[in-house]
């Protein structure tokens, strides 16, 4: 069994500098961003150092351990064999996926996503001035599901390509190999490029399988490009590196268009990070899951003693809480009454989709303290 990676100190996290800690007031307690309170891994940590001392500071240029260390990593995980020579470099996940969606759309073209799904999938949408299109998600409870029938019928009205979060943020759902399949098999039906986000994925908890969606079937090899990063499961987003991987000569022949800036904003430090993680970050990775799967079952057992009215369902993967606040009748937008009653910040959920504002998005990645304070300042608010 994998040690426990164990979360810094409030007092310890409140010295640090990102966005997470630095856009609300020292009074309020931050669970939105998705960054984890977790010391990062040694081995990284190590090789950043080594970077400093060596003055190595300058420009990213060509980086193959990261290639070989990902199709490694690939392989281990979730039996995904690849040629190192598909993958490709980005600044982020983000930026990786506007620029694939900037290679193979034009303005107006029909882009379509699964809401709720996260935030920013609707900011690129708008940069990159393409026409939304939404499939929402099937419920059944608290449990979020893809609905093949929505998705087909989208697929019909002439959507160019379809964003995939794969595993799904906010809602936390691995999907089946069979429904990857059946994604795959309508998106060559209809001539749709399938992208799939999967920036979650390394921190799927073992009782769920995460399945690659290049490697759910061969229809999913033609039709799909995935976009990710180790900078979700090792707490490295600052540092500014992604992957783009295609493994269909038609599609990697379009992804050699792009511009070679794509490669060369990426972060050197990012990109150093980021081969480390995939190949030494394994041990680290495993305690970081355990700790999260504590963490997840520790919601679970607050909500249902303390403020029972709210639904969760305890997710596959990652630490990303889903919360329906709708029974307590907190008014059109509940995160800012948790802020302005509690002085807890989470994410609101109409900016997850339109018809999602009684849900927030609680942050689990952090200590056993911070979760039963967050929970605590929820119902003090009411």
């Given amino acids: ?40 891994a040694d081995p990284i940590k190590f090789a950043l150092h080594d970077l ?7 420009y990213l240029g060509p980086i193959p351990e990261l290639k070989e260390n990902f199709a490694g990593f690939a392989s ?54 393409l026409t939304k ?35 799904h943020n906010p809602v936390g759902t691995v999907y089946t190999k069979l429904e990857l399949m059946q ?10 490029i399938v992208i799939s986000d999967e920036i979650h994925a390394p921190l799927t908890f073992s009782n769920t399988t995460f399945i690659p969606f290049l490697a ?40 050699d268009t792009m511009p070679e800036s794509v490669h060369f904003r ?16 394994d041990t680290w990775l495993d305690g970081v899951i355990a700790t999260l799967d504590e963490n997840r079952r520790l919601v679970a057992d607050l909500l249902k003693a303390k403020v029972p009215e709210i639904k969760y369902r305890i997710p596959d993967c990652s630490y990303l809480a889903w919360l329906d606040v709708s029974e307590l009748n907190l008014g059109e937008n509940p995160a800012a009454h948790f802020i302005e009653k509690g002085k807890v910040a989470f994410n609101p959920g109409h900016t997850y989709g339109a018809d999602y504002s009684q849900f927030v998005r609680l942050n689990f990645g952090t200590s056993p303290e911070i979760i039963t304070d967050s929970i605590g300042r929820i119902l003090n608010s009411l």
């Fill in 52 to 58: 400093v001392e060596r003055s190595d500071t300058g």
């Fill in 216 to 255: 759910a079937s061969d229809f999913s090899k033609k039709v799909g490009i995935t976009v990710t990063s180790a900078s979700k499961a090792f707490n490295l987003a600052g540092l500014k590196c992604a992957t783009i991987v295609a493994q269909d000569p038609k599609l990697n022949a379009m992804l």
């Fill in 183 to 192: 994604i795959a098999e309508l998106a060559d039906k209809y001539d749709v």
């Fill in 133 to 167: 299109v939404e499939a929402p998600l099937k419920r059944e409870g608290m449990h979020f599901t893809l609905d093949m029938a929505g998705i087909e019928a989208a697929y019909k009205s002439g959507v160019k390509a379809h964003l995939l979060c794969n595993p």
């Fill in 266 to 281: 990426a972060s050197l430090f990012g990109a150093i990070a980021d081969a480390v993680a995939y190949k030494s970050g």
């Fill in 76 to 129: 281990r995980k979730w039996n995904w064999n690849l040629d190192p020579e598909q993958v490709r470099i980005a600044c982020d996940v983000g930026v990786g996926v506007i620029e694939v969606l900037r290679t193979f759309m034009s303005v107006g073209d029909k882009l379509m996503i699964n809401t709720p799904v996260y935030n920013n999938f609707f900011t690129w949408i708008n940069e990159l001035k």
């Fill in 1 to 40: 069994m994998s040690k426990k990676v164990t979360a810094d100190s409030l007092a310890q996290l409140q010295k640090r500098s990102s966005s997470k800690w630095r856009f609300y007031p020292s009074d309020i307690l931050p669970l939105p961003v998705a960054e984890m309170d977790f010391p990062i």
